[in-house]
């Protein structure tokens, strides 16, 4: 069979798939006869590998459109934690009331999709592992127009957590409680609607992180994303941004936060130790109204504005309020530092 008379019967079983799979599964075999030839194929040859038209539309059409796991077989009491790898997937992590992990991953839009990737789940030693790996010889195209879901259902124990994502969302919608919480995204943004651990650790190359968070330890790591972290609670808070801004809004005793160019904007409760850097970004630092503090300033060209209703001591760049219970160091290059209350 030469290549005009191998695309037209692909075209008319494809006649039962929508319009945009279609399309592409077309694209996807013109590039396969188009790389054949290039390599010297014939085209009847390429039409032998490719394989009967028909038979690969019916095995595409009788698989299973989503790739699931419910893994009763878990042995919770030797877990420690659950570790997720997905590249492309928004990852969507709820609480269940029993021991089970559960796993589900699909195409919200084309289901077709999923085929070209492939769903592991197994645990090693005390480490629950789920990975969706994309593979490599699959004739489906893979990339734009992909809307990959992975959603996980992990036990009521609170289980330390790892998730690595690059270019997909990490999305927690409820409460989940948990042990250790890290989650890592290259292009993705991370929505924690509401996370209680016993520390917790966000990296971002772009994208954004929003989240509302309680643990003994909170981390936030982004180059170019906006890091905002409302009803943030914790001992010690550890924040950079490269050129993204930072907004945190929370209950901290020490606080240590830094950004290039990006503006700092912080309201922060109970304080005792804050550490603010940045080169060009400013800084809005909001305390309680009672709350009295130390502040050094350190810049080359920036302004200092304090907006306080306590009764002030200035001596050059360092400010003195109330009782000086909190000790804050500043330092910018240019920018400027505003406290209020």
Request: aromatic share 4%; with cysteine; hydrophobic share 35%.
């Amino acid at each position: 069979m030469n290549r005009k008379e191998y695309m037209e019967r692909l075209q008319m079983d494809l006649e039962a798939v929508d319009e945009q799979t279609a399309k592409e599964i077309l694209q996807d075999f013109t590039d396969h006869f188009e790389q054949g030839l290039s390599e010297g194929r014939s085209e009847e040859e390429i039409s032998e590998e490719l394989g009967d038209p028909a038979e690969l539309i019916s095995e595409l059409n009788t698989r299973p459109h989503r790739q699931a796991q419910a893994e009763s077989q878990t042995q919770i009491d030797a877990l420690s934690m659950v570790s997720i790898e997905a590249e492309s997937a928004d990852i969507t992590l709820k609480q269940g009331t029993g021991n089970d992990v559960l796993v589900d991953f699909y195409d919200s839009r084309n289901p077709l999709r999923v085929h070209n990737y492939r769903l592991e789940t197994v645990q090693e030693n005390d480490v629950y592992a789920i990975r969706v790996i994309r593979l490599q010889n699959s004739w489906l195209r893979a990339g734009a127009g992909e809307h990959l879901r992975l959603d996980v259902t992990l036990p009521s124990a609170s289980l330390d957590v790892k998730i690595s994502s690059m270019s997909g969302d990490i999305r927690v919608p409820e409460i989940l409680h948990c042990g250790k919480f890290a989650a890592s995204v290259q292009s993705g943004d991370i929505d924690i609607r509401a996370l209680d651990a016993e520390a917790v650790q966000f990296t971002s190359a772009s994208g954004d992180i929003h989240a509302a968070v309680r643990g003994e330890l909170i981390e936030a790591v982004s180059i170019s994303g906006d890091l905002d972290l409302t009803q943030a609670h914790g001992k010690l808070g550890k924040f950079r941004t490269t050129s993204g801004d930072l907004d945190i809004r929370g209950c901290f005793q020490a606080v240590l936060a830094e950004s290039k160019s990006g503006d700092l904007d912080l309201a922060i409760e109970a304080a005792e130790s804050l550490k603010l850097d940045t080169i060009s970004g400013d800084i809005h630092l909001t305390l309680p109204h009672t709350t009295g503090f130390v502040c050094s300033f350190t810049t080359i060209s920036g302004d200092l504005r304090p907006h306080i209703h306590l009764p002030l001591e200035r001596r050059g760049r360092q400010l003195s309020a109330g009782d000086g219970h909190a000790q804050i160091a500043v330092k910018t290059i240019s920018g400027d530092l505003k406290i209020s209350d």
